[in-house]
């Protein structure tokens, strides 16, 4: 089907064909999106952009007057910095809380399997799951790979609660660092701890202390990074493969016209793999072939999609800001979703079309929708019957309506850590080297979301471009990820946009410049590498020429992410600004103080070259730090950008 043409109002609002097209369609048929929504919410309420309102108690809600005029406290007493500062600590707790529960839902799934209870799971990397067991200490001589898998999860499941002194996988941070956490009393206890104690510390006359408040909310991201996300990152390795290179495809030019179209929304592989699995059943199959379907077609959507994606090479329907517009194509029979950044509108949007969209986690309901309370106890049976239903529902579809937009773009995925070790012969040696030498300056974790404050898409493809183009090797995950893809940036003949040297280095090793590292919690990985490369140069995650940036964030989880990256010793570049700003006493500490204390801070700056400089600059000091070979980043290019610069400092707002 022929491109439908983008107007004037859909090119702003995202630059990609695909949602383009979709919105002009949408708008055509006076179907509301996050756009519209987003238009009639403006404008949003100052005084909670800036963290300056609180409903933590029935005394208030109060509100601080940012220009000193009005109340500069609330009914407690308490003042812009506690409030901000509590505001700011307990959206890490969501964010953190999000991806662990995320992860203990995988954890007791895995348990369950461990002691034979769960249908259509099983162990499929053997031997991470030993390492795994003998890294926590669980004996694994003469013992069945089941026994193992019993104690490995009981001692992981310790991890959430508080009887450990640190969380399993903290003894994998470099030890100068762990030191570092400890002087400060920022080492993860318990996940759950970490959490609950957030909330407690922001209840009413609590933490009246900002500092305090802010290093504890540093402890509860580190619970996630080095904790919940950790575990489901590794468990969900155990039980659906570690990634290795992968090549698949990506855009809305993923749906077929001829077959049962199913996205898989949310995050949790635990549902998506066997859904995957039951797709490929005969009987099932043959049912859709019944009514003149040629077969059933899973795409993925988001952080699920990007779990399928690195495992199974399953095609990518799109990001965040897809999952309205992937209804809209009309060709989709069912949407599943689990839970997270699923917009209870696609109910809505739905509606307009054959699609069902069916619920899958008892702890996320969609009034509207259809549930089926998955349990992975009978995971296989329950995932047959979800493709059933999308497959009774194609007869329904209104071909005259079904409108792809685009072809897909190939892509390349799946760089577990492992498998990055890999292509480098099995040690970091070589990745050292190069950075040494400079061929590799360094590497960014460019991450995260889509904001529709923000054209969709465009930050990440204009701040990785401008990174490969000056030899920065770029590591991506989640809706980022999806970014790049679509942009044709994670192709190993997409080495030719990068400079001289990570060319180099990518046509000799057959990879992308664009690393696509996997969904959200697989941030971990990250995490592991960086580790890894401070262990091997024998210095602390700091002191590396790394750095993250989430350019378009919208979720506490990605708040979350800053925090455990920021605490683990990589500064990070946000492009859509915190609501900290009430407070400039946070504001220094986040983009200064932070500094003298974990080695690391953030920084906002919405504009992706202006962003890239003050990376550059960052990246080109560590080398210095190191002793390697550096270089003045355009001292005429980045005059004006400065990383000295406070949070916020460059942007356009
Ligand atoms: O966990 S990148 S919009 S889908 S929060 Fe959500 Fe953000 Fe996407 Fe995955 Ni991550
Ligand atoms: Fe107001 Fe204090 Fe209650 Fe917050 S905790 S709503 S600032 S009285």
Redesign the pocket.
Same mark, same amino acid.
């Given at each position: 089907m022929s491109a439908i043409s983008g107007n004037g109002h859909a090119r702003r609002l995202t630059i990609n064909e695909d949602a383009q097209a979709m919105i002009d369609v949408a708008r055509a048929e006076g179907i509301e999106t996050v756009w519209d929504r987003l238009a009639a919410q403006e404008p949003q309420c100052g005084y909670c952009a800036l963290g300056l309102s609180?409903?933590?108690?029935a005394? $208030?809600? /109060?509100r601080i007057d940012p220009f000193g005029e009005g109340p500069q406290k $609330?009914? /407690?007493g308490?003042g812009a910095d506690v409030?901000v500062a509590r505001n700011l600590g307990r959206t890490i707790a969501a964010g953190s809380s999000s991806h662990s529960d995320h992860g203990r839902d995988i954890l007791e799934a895995f348990r369950a399997l461990a002691h034979g209870e769960t249908t259509g799971y099983r162990i499929a990397d053997v031997d991470k799951m030993k390492r795994l067991a003998e890294e926590v200490g669980v004996a694994t001589e003469g013992r069945t790979t089941e026994e193992v898998a019993a104690d490995l999860a009981d001692v992981l499941l310790e991890d959430y609660g508080t009887r450990r002194g640190s969380l399993s996988f903290v003894a994998r941070v470099p030890e100068v660092r762990r030191a570092k956490w400890d002087s400060v009393g920022i080492t993860p206890r318990g996940v759950d701890r970490e959490n609950v104690e957030m909330l407690h510390r922001t209840h009413?006359g609590v933490d009246n202390d900002y500092v305090n408040t802010l290093l504890h909310g540093l402890r509860t991201g580190l619970s996630d990074g080095w904790g919940g996300s950790m575990i489901a990152t590794e468990l969900s390795d155990v039980m659906f493969g570690t990634p290795t290179p992968v090549m698949s495809e990506i855009n809305l030019g993923v749906l077929r016209t001829d077959q049962v179209n199913i996205a898989m929304h949310g995050h949790n592989p635990m549902l998506s793999d066997v859904v995957v699995a039951a797709a490929q059943d005969p009987e099932l199959v043959e049912l859709a072939r019944s009514f003149g379907a040629t077969g059933i077609n899973i795409v993925g959507l988001c952080c699920t999609g990007n779990e399928l994606l690195m495992r199974r090479g399953v095609p990518m329907a799109g990001n965040h800001l897809m999952q309205e517009l992937v209804l809209v194509t009309g060709a989709l029979e069912a949407m599943v979703v689990d839970y997270q950044c699923i917009m209870p509108s696609v109910v809505d949007v739905a509606k307009c079309y054959h699609t069902k969209i069916i619920s899958t986690a008892d702890k996320a309901k969609f009034t509207g929708a259809t549930h089926v309370s998955f349990d992975p106890m009978h995971g296989a049976e329950i995932a047959r019957d979800i493709v059933r239903m999308a497959v009774e529902a194609y007869p329904d579809r209104n071909h005259e309506r079904v409108r792809i937009p685009v072809k897909p773009v190939r892509m390349m995925g799946g760089f577990s850590v492992e498998a990055i070790l890999g292509a480098l012969g099995g040690t970091p040696k070589p990745l050292v080297d190069a950075i040494a030498a400079g061929t590799i300056r360094g590497a960014v974790a460019v991450v995260g979301c889509n904001n529709p404050k923000l054209p969709q898409d465009l930050e990440h493809i204009e701040l990785t471009r401008r990174l490969i183009e000056n030899d920065i090797l770029v590591l991506v995950t989640g809706c980022a990820a999806v970014a790049n893809g679509k942009a044709g940036q994670m192709l190993p003949e997409s080495a030719a946009m990068a400079g001289p040297g990570l060319r180099s280095v990518c046509e000799a090793l057959g990879i992308p410049p664009v690393l696509h590292m996997g969904s959200c919690v697989d941030n971990s990985r990250i995490m592991v590498l960086a580790a890894a490369l401070a262990d091997f140069l024998g210095v602390d995650i700091d002191q590396l020429p790394l750095a993250g940036a989430a350019p378009e964030w919208y979720s506490e989880k990605a708040v979350a992410i800053g925090a455990y990256v920021v605490a683990s010793g990589v500064t990070t570049v946000l492009g859509v600004q915190p609501p900290v700003f009430g407070s400039p006493h946070v504001v220094e500490l986040l983009a200064g103080g932070l500094d003298g204390v974990v080695g690391a801070k953030f920084a906002v700056e919405p504009d992706p070259a202006r962003a890239a400089l003050l990376i550059r600059r960052h990246i080109e000091a560590k080398r210095e730090g190191l002793g390697l070979p550096f270089v003045e980043v355009g001292a005429d290019e980045a005059a004006d950008v400065s990383t000295e610069a406070p949070l916020g400092a460059g942007s356009k707002a």
């Open positions: 609180c409903r933590n108690c005394m $208030g809600p /109060c $609330g009914v /407690c308490a409030i009413m």
